[in-house]
């Protein structure tokens, strides 16, 4: 089985920064790509960044020229530094991986959320 472990969410003042971190470890063969979402409270989840195997990157409007995502494949971790916060970015953060595990078949893994707060 494949586990994704997510780290750094907290509280912050508006204009502060964050950095989130996934970390993937299991019967992995490959990652094809990894990205973050987040739900906030009575909305849909959506994407916010995203990178494939080759160094591609996308983002949500709402968060370009904000926000940086960035891999280090040796840990097999993704990274998401969030900077100038507004409270409109208050959400559960979701770590996702599209992973080819050693057994065979390509699927989809979630990380557990981690919750990102911005007061005003």
């Known amino acids: 089985q494949v586990q994704l472990v997510e780290s750094g969410g907290g509280l912050v003042q508006a204009g502060g920064s964050l950095r989130l971190s996934c970390a993937a470890s299991?019967?992995?063969?490959?990652?094809?790509?990894m990205g973050w979402y987040r739900q906030a409270p009575g909305k849909q989840r959506v994407l916010v960044a995203g990178i494939n195997s080759g160094g591609s990157t996308t983002y949500a409007d709402s968060v370009k020229g904000r926000f940086t995502i960035s891999r280090d494949n040796a840990k097999n971790t993704v990274y998401l530094q969030m900077n100038s916060l507004k409270p409109e970015d208050t959400a559960v953060y979701y770590c996702?991986?599209?992973?080819?595990?050693?057994?065979?078949?390509?699927?989809?893994?979630w990380g557990q959320g981690t919750q990102v707060t911005v007061s005003s």
């Open positions: 996702n991986a599209r992973i080819a595990v050693v057994a065979g078949g390509v699927r989809d893994y």
């Open positions: 299991g019967s992995i063969f490959s990652i094809n790509a």
